[in-house]
């Protein structure tokens, strides 16, 4: 392996490095990428759950609330139905509301509620509201720790909507219910502890189990570093990042686990005893109305307390997802390792089995990833080194084909000296084109000039002039290609250029006419940046021209000539004369009809014989639109037919000028010169005026 083969590997290992520090960094788009990769996985596998599991959660539907009543419904209506789901054996009745203003209808529906909670395996919930203050109150759940700090890196819960203390004192848990953790939208994960101060609180899905289990404390289990493992209650253990994340596997929920709250409150409840003894019961809406609809794993909207459901069914199908911190090492491991042979590959076979290598090692740790994803339950993100691999070999192959085709590219640069770069290419691509000649095509020809260039230039220092033109040239050239022209050449202070050739470009004029404008408003700008006042004029002329390669076997410019071409360069010249900065030809006009013009006369043109009716182009498709517009449109079609018939035009002109002011100041000049100018509208044709 040569000095060029040393130079790739270390251009490839820096590519490696720069993409794990870009790893290490997980920006916002790296997360994305995996927890959208994640998602992929569980829509494509989501969980399965045995029937029958004891769950159910009474919903306060859109048909509940037309049946019982608009919302909030009060506490004495709170306190029947916690008190028929304990009739009915309930284990846990865990309210996914939040009971933090007193009832609207009066303390006593409060006190009824508390009563009612107080002989219930009632659950109350808190949500964070970061404008509110910390709770002040106590968590019924114990929470003992096991190993290195657990708790150290438990998210802190901050303000709260917290219930009454007159509802929470009964309680048997309180718990957080919240789900936005990280503010994506979707709800992938959610902390099962929360710190406030000295005092822990449990998720809701914990708290219920708590409770419903009998059990008084949760046991917090850590690793040999700070942070936590598992979280355990009675016999069960669920796993957890270290903050205490626990990543949610979704299914899609059986419509049977939900029960309309208007059939719980319906006279014939005691029916409904099979369905809430002894199970946990999650109280909660799916009424869009109400706010608490979410966005899951599996792409679908869902009420917020079916989470807390899919939750418990983990804990109790003992079906979890596990994202060790350990993960995020072996996948930076897994990168470099496969980027390194894709490094190998390039260099010592090529760029085609290097493709084919890097395939393959984006096939397998793709493959590996969805195994330990579906037969271990195990999150491993293969995006980032799917999308690294790429980049590498990309940059590889890139690199291996430009330092084996470094003397090709040396001598199309030396030859690109004598050859405009742009026909060059079309030249390797078709040899033919080295012939001199050209064919008729309809152009749209450009001409630009800088007004007073000769003034500039004695009072403005060479370097700083050469300075001046090469910012607007860049800006003159940028307006010119978007809008698919080709340039011809700069001359001087000048700009030609023309559309359609040689690639034909759909409505050229258009194309043409919106370049000007782009160009009127760079230079505005660069006038604004600058300390020298810049102006320029613009003709355009479209018609028949011949464009093809000009010169001789040695030297020859692509470039185009005929009538149209000196048109476009006599009636830029003529903008001093109209006062106005861009002039535009009949034909040109009627090809972009939606722009705003204004007749400007029938210019005598330099060399040529007759008149030609030039425009004014004024503006774009919005001011062609406007009432403004229109309004100017029509006096000016007033003051042409006066001049035209040599009347009285003092009024109309006036006019003219009052409305021109609204659009464009330039137009004011346009309309002072036309009194200079009789010759040019006397020739138009009162209809034509």
């Known amino acids: ?246 990543w949610i596997y979704y299914r899609e929920l059986d419509p049977g686990i939900y029960l309309p709250a208007r059939e719980l409150m319906a006279d014939d409840y005691a029916d409904l005893a099979p369905l809430i003894e002894g199970h946990i019961v999650l109280i909660g809406t799916s009424a869009s109305g109400l706010l608490d609809i979410r966005t899951s794993a599996l792409g679908t909207a869902v009420p917020g307390v079916s989470i807390h459901a899919q939750i418990i069914e983990q804990v109790l199908t003992n079906t979890f997802l596990d994202r060790a911190d350990w993960v995020a090492g072996l996948e930076a491991l897994l990168f470099i390792g496969a980027g390194l042979l894709v490094i190998l590959a390039v260099i010592l076979t090529g760029p085609i089995i290097g493709l084919f290598v890097s395939l393959s090692a984006v096939a397998v740790l793709v493959a590996s990833a969805w195994y330990a994803f579906a037969v271990h339950g195990l999150l491993i993100d293969p995006s980032f080194s799917l999308l690294g691999i790429l980049v590498l070999y990309a940059a590889m192959a890139f690199f291996r084909f430009a330092s084996t085709d470094a003397d090709r590219r040396r001598v199309r640069r030396a030859f690109a000296h004598y050859v405009e770069p742009s026909l060059l290419t079309r030249i390797e691509a078709d040899a033919n084109l080295l012939k001199l000649g050209g064919d008729m095509r ?159 006369g029938a210019l005598q043109l330099k060399g040529m014989t007759d008149r030609d009716p030039i425009l004014i182009l004024v503006g774009d498709e919005t001011l062609a639109r406007s009432a403004d517009f229109a309004a100017l449109a029509q006096a000016h079609a007033d003051l042409l037919r006066a001049l035209s018939q040599q009347d009285d035009f003092t009024a109309l002109l006036e006019t003219c000028r009052s409305r021109a002011g609204k659009i464009d100041h330039r137009l004011i000049r346009f309309y002072d010169a036309c009194p200079a100018r009789p010759a040019d509208f006397r020739l138009l044709e009162p209809e034509e005026a």
């Open 442 to 600: 309809e152009l749209t020809v450009m001409f630009s000039d800088v007004r007073n260039f000769s003034a500039l230039a004695e009072r403005t220092a060479p370097t700083d002039l050469v300075a001046i033109l090469n910012r607007l040239f860049a800006a003159l050239g940028a307006a010119i290609v978007k809008e698919l022209g080709t340039i011809d050449k700069f001359m001087g202070d000048a700009v030609m250029a023309f559309w359609n050739a040689p690639a034909e470009v759909d409505r050229h004029a258009l194309h043409a006419c919106r370049a000007a404008l782009g160009m009127r408003a760079a230079v505005e700008k660069l006038s604004e940046e600058g300390r020298e006042p810049i102006a320029i004029g613009i003709g355009i002329a479209t018609g028949p021209a011949l464009v093809g390669n000009m010169g001789f076997e040695q030297r020859f410019d692509y470039s185009c000539i005929g009538d149209t071409v000196n048109v476009a360069s006599r009636i830029e010249g003529a903008c001093k004369t109209v006062a106005y900065d861009i002039l535009v030809t009949r034909p040109t006009a009627d090809a972009a009809p939606e722009l705003a013009y204004l007749e400007a």
């Open 1 to 246: 392996m040569g000095r060029r083969g040393w130079i790739a590997v270390l251009f490839g290992l820096a590519i490696i490095i720069a993409l794990t520090l870009l790893r290490a960094a997980d920006p916002y788009a790296v997360r994305v990428a995996r927890e959208t990769t994640f998602d992929l996985f569980q829509q494509i596998k989501p969980r399965e759950a045995p029937p029958g599991l004891p769950i159910r959660i009474i919903d306060i539907d859109e048909p509940s609330l037309r049946s019982l009543g608009q919302w909030p419904w009060s506490r004495t209506m709170m306190a029947e139905i916690a008190q028929r789901l304990t009739d009915l054996g309930a284990a846990a009745i865990a309210f996914d509301l939040l009971f933090s203003e007193p009832d609207r209808l009066g303390e006593e529906n409060d006190a009824a509620f508390a009563q009612t909670i107080a002989s219930a395996p009632v659950i109350l919930s808190f949500a964070q509201s970061p404008r509110a203050d910390e709770t002040t109150l106590a968590p019924k759940a114990g929470v003992a720790s096991v190993g290195e700090n657990p708790l150290a890196s438990v998210p802190k819960l901050g303000g709260v909507a917290e219930p009454l203390k007159m509802l929470a004192d009964p309680a048997q848990g309180l718990a957080i219910a919240s789900l936005d953790r990280d503010g994506s939208g979707v709800a992938r994960r959610l902390p099962l502890l929360w710190q406030a101060g000295d005092a822990t609180f449990p998720a809701l899905a914990i708290e219920a189990l708590r409770v419903a289990m009998g059990a008084s404390t949760i046991v917090a289990m850590g690793s040999a570093s700070p942070g936590m493992e598992l979280l355990r209650v009675v016999d069960f253990s669920i796993p957890t990042g270290p903050g205490g994340d626990h």
